[in-house]
């Protein structure tokens, strides 16, 4: 069975300075997709960035950016410029490709970022 | 604009009382998601339907149910719920389209459903 695990209860960071978030997963399987999900303080669920595992380029949306590495089965997250609203929690989340689970997401127990002004 | 709606965001119900939460839906996605999520735990899948394709996860107690008369309507029910069951309650859709499920679309949140077991 997949899993997923986030080895940082929390972070902080300086508002616009840089923080880094890990997650490393465990599958068997070659091709799937790997997720990073926002979640503020009562908020809804958003989805801050995916990325596809035959594809060797890490994804990138503005200010956010991966570091996946595949062998590894590492998919950090990296934050640059970080902003106030940026504080929430962040769960790392993996789907597997095919099979019955029809995009079943597996999450990281989340890691809560704080944003010091 | 497009989004998937949870009704309440709060609900209060007592103990052994059933309760009904209700996830909507604009986007027209053919799969819709339950999760309980506890305080400072990653959300756990309770169940999803895939178009009328019900899917129970091995481990979702007896306790909950679902039912989705129509594409754009879920509901979790909560037959008797127990203290234990207290959560936010998260709705997700998403969607697959074509014989296999080679789809990158991300699964679209609810703001979720605050329970609390009196």
């Known amino acids: 069975a997949q899993t997923v695990t986030q080895s940082q209860p929390e972070m902080s960071v300086q508002e616009a300075e840089t923080v880094t978030l890990s997650c490393t997963y465990d599958?068997?399987?070659?091709?799937?997709?790997l997720f990073w999900y926002k979640q503020p303080p009562s908020r809804q669920m958003i989805l801050v960035i995916r990325?596809?595992?035959?594809?060797?380029q890490n994804a990138t949306e503005n200010r956010f950016s991966v570091n996946f590495q595949k062998a590894a089965k590492s998919f950090s997250l990296k934050i640059s410029d970080s902003q106030l609203g940026d504080a929430a929690m962040y769960f790392c989340a993996y789907r597997a490709l095919w099979g019955g689970s029809q995009g079943n997401l597996i999450f990281g127990k989340g890691t809560k970022l704080s944003v010091k002004p | 604009d497009a989004m998937v709606i949870q009704n309440p965001r709060y609900q209060v119900t007592q103990f052994g009382k059933p309760v009904t939460l209700s996830c909507s839906q604009t986007l027209n996605h053919n799969v819709m998601y339950w999760y309980q999520q506890k305080s400072s735990q990653a959300p756990k899948l309770l169940f999803h339907?895939?178009?009328?394709?019900?899917?129970n996860e091995a481990d979702t107690p007896d306790n909950f149910q679902s039912r989705r008369p129509n594409t754009s309507f879920c509901f979790l029910d909560i037959r008797s719920p127990g203290l234990g069951d207290a959560a936010m309650y998260l709705c997700?859709?998403?969607?697959?389209?074509?014989?296999?499920?080679?789809?990158?679309?991300?699964?679209?949140f609810g703001d979720g459903t605050r329970l609390s077991i009196l």
């Open positions: 997700a859709t998403s969607n697959f389209s074509g014989t296999g499920f080679r789809s990158n679309q991300p699964q679209h």
């Open positions: 990325q596809e595992a035959y594809k060797q």
């Open positions: 339907y895939y178009d009328k394709d019900f899917n």
């Open positions: 599958t068997s399987e070659s091709d799937y997709y």
